[in-house]
C-alpha cells in the first residue's frame, strides 16, 4: 500500500474546518473501535472455540485490515462525509443502490444498540440491582433517546467522558489478568483447547463473524473526512495504528480471561469480564466493575444510536427516505422523528432476539456495506483526481470482498432473515418516499 504523490495539489476545499491531526483522529478512531462489544461477547465466542478465543479475534482482524486498505484509499481521494453510501453512488449512480447501503448502515447502529441493550440488562447491571431483563432494557433505551434529543454536542461529551471509563475498564481486566498469571494461579494451557463439541475450523470461522463485530469503527472515520488535517497522510496512519492497537488490547482481554476463568464458564456468561474480575480473588468489588462495564455499554449504545438517526435524517434530507425523518426540534435542533424511529425499532429488536444473533445481524449488515465499498473501490479505480491520496493495490479490496464472502457464508438462515427484513422495509419507505417527491414536482392545478 502506498500513497500517491503523482501531484502536490492540496486536498479539496471544504466548508468545515480542517482541524483534526492524525493523534486526534487516532484516538476518535480508538475511542470507536474500542467498543462495549469485548465487555459482551467474550463468551460468545467462547461458546464456538473453546479457550482459544485469540484465534477468531485474528481472522477478524485480517478482515477489519484488508476492508480498512479500501476505506484508507476512498476517504483519502474522496475527502468528504458520507462514507459507503456516497462511494456507491459515485461508483454506480444508482439512487436505489447508494439508499440501500445507507439504510443497512442505519439498520446496523439499530441491531448494535438493541444487542447492547440486552447486554446492559444482563449480569453486569445484575452486578448493582436485580431488575427484570426486558423492562431494564426499555429503560436504558428510552434513556439514551432522551439524551440523543438533547442535541449531538451533549451525546458527544457523555461519549468522551464514557470513553475513559471504558478503557480504563480493558486495562483494569488486563492487569487483574497479569497478577492471576503471575502468581501461578491461571491456567494457561486452556488458551490452546477447542470447544470439545465443535469442529475447530468451524468454531473459529463462526466465532470470527462475532469477534468481527469488535472491530467497526470504519463508517466512522470516513464521517470525520472533512475536518482532517492532510488526510492522505493522516488516515492511513491513524486507521491502521487504531485498529491495530485495538487488536493488541483484545488479544490480551481474551488471553487474560481464558486464563482466569474455564471458557465453559465464559460461555455460560452475559457479563464475562465481571466473573473474571470476581475469579481473580482480588476483592474488587463486583458493583464497581459491573458499573464501569455499563458505562461501556451504554456508550457504545449511544454512539451507534445517534448514527442510526443521523444517518435516517440524511437520507431524508436527500430524499431517500420520507420527509418527515428530516424533521428536527425548533431549540435543539435534533432530529426528533429519525430518533424516536430509531428507538421504537431497537426496543422491538431488544425484546424479540438476543444477544449474539443481534451481533450476527451487525455484522451481516456492515459486510454487506464493505462489499459495496469494496466494489466501488476496484470501479473508481481509474476515475483520477487532482489531489494526492493513499492507493491501495487491487489485491486488497480483492482479498477483503472474498474475505467477507467467507464470514457471510458462516451466518445463520435466521440473520438473513433478519437482513431481509430490513431490505424489505427500507425499500418500502424508499418508494414512499419516491412517490412523495414525485408529487411535490407536478405543477399546482
Do not use: C
Not at 463468551?43 to 481472522?59: F, H, K
Not at 436504558?140 to 458527544?156: A, H, K
Not at 489531489?387 to 479490496?397: D, E, G
Not at 464472502?405 to 431481509?420: D, E, K
Amino acid at each position: 500500500m502506498a500513497t500517491d504523490n503523482s501531484t502536490a495539489a492540496p486536498v479539496p476545499a471544504t466548508g468545515l474546518k480542517r482541524a483534526i491531526g492524525t493523534p486526534l483522529l487516532f484516538a476518535f478512531i480508538v475511542g470507536d473501535t474500542l467498543g462495549a462489544g469485548i465487555y459482551t461477547l467474550v463468551g460468545s465466542m467462547a461458546t464456538d472455540v473453546g479457550g482459544v478465543i485469540w484465534l477468531p479475534l485474528l481472522i477478524a482482524l485480517v478482515v477489519a485490515l484488508l476492508t480498512a486498505g479500501t476505506y484508507a484509499e476512498l476517504i483519502t481521494k474522496y475527502p468528504h462525509a458520507g462514507g459507503a453510501a456516497r462511494y456507491a453512488d459515485k461508483a454506480f449512480g444508482i439512487p436505489y443502490l447508494s439508499f440501500l447501503v445507507g439504510f443497512l448502515m442505519m439498520a446496523s447502529g439499530i441491531t448494535t444498540a438493541a444487542a447492547l441493550a440486552n447486554a446492559f440488562a444482563g449480569d453486569y447491571l445484575a452486578a448493582l440491582i436485580d431488575v427484570p431483563l426486558a423492562p431494564a432494557a426499555i429503560v436504558f433505551i428510552v434513556l439514551l433517546t432522551i439524551i440523543n434529543l438533547l442535541g449531538v454536542r451533549e451525546s458527544l461529551t457523555a461519549n468522551l467522558v464514557a470513553s475513559v471509563i471504558e478503557v480504563t475498564g480493558l486495562v483494569l481486566v488486563i492487569a487483574i489478568a497479569a497478577i492471576v498469571f503471575g502468581s501461578g494461579d491461571g491456567e494457561p494451557a486452556r488458551l490452546l483447547e477447542f470447544a470439545p463439541d465443535v469442529p475447530p475450523l468451524q468454531g473459529a470461522f463462526a466465532a470470527s463473524v462475532i469477534a468481527f463485530f469488535s472491530f467497526l469503527g470504519f463508517e466512522a472515520a470516513a464521517n470525520m473526512a472533512e475536518e482532517v488535517r492532510n488526510p492522505s497522510k493522516a488516515y492511513p496512519r491513524a486507521l491502521f495504528g487504531a485498529i491495530s492497537t485495538a487488536a493488541v488490547v483484545y488479544v490480551l482481554i481474551a488471553i487474560g480471561a481464558v486464563i482466569v476463568l474455564p471458557p465453559a464458564e465464559l460461555a455460560q456468561s452475559t457479563g464475562p469480564l465481571l466473573d473474571v474480575v470476581n475469579a481473580s480473588g482480588l476483592g474488587i468489588p463486583p458493583w464497581l466493575f459491573g458499573l464501569i462495564a455499563l458505562v461501556a455499554i451504554a456508550n457504545g449504545a449511544l454512539l451507534f444510536m445517534v448514527m442510526a438517526s443521523r444517518v435516517g435524517y440524511g437520507l431524508a434530507e436527500a430524499g431517500l427516505l420520507p420527509r418527515a425523518f428530516a424533521r428536527v426540534l425548533p431549540t435543539r435542533r435534533s432530529p426528533w422523528v429519525s430518533i424516536v424511529m430509531v428507538a421504537g425499532l431497537t426496543i422491538v429488536l431488544t425484546v424479540v432476539g438476543d444477544l449474539a444473533t443481534l451481533a450476527e445481524t451487525t455484522v451481516l449488515l456492515l459486510l454487506l456495506v464493505f462489499l459495496s465499498a469494496n466494489v466501488s473501490v476496484l470501479v473508481l479505480k481509474k476515475d483520477k483526481v487532482d489531489h494526492a491520496h493513499f492507493t491501495a493495490p487491487r489485491i486488497v479490496p480483492v482479498l477483503a470482498i472474498l474475505a467477507s464472502v467467507v464470514l457471510l457464508a458462516q451466518q445463520t438462515g435466521v440473520v438473513w432473515v433478519g437482513a431481509g427484513v430490513y431490505v424489505a422495509v427500507g425499500s418500502v419507505l424508499f418508494l414512499v418516499a419516491r412517490a412523495g417527491r414525485k408529487r411535490e414536482a407536478q405543477p399546482a392545478k
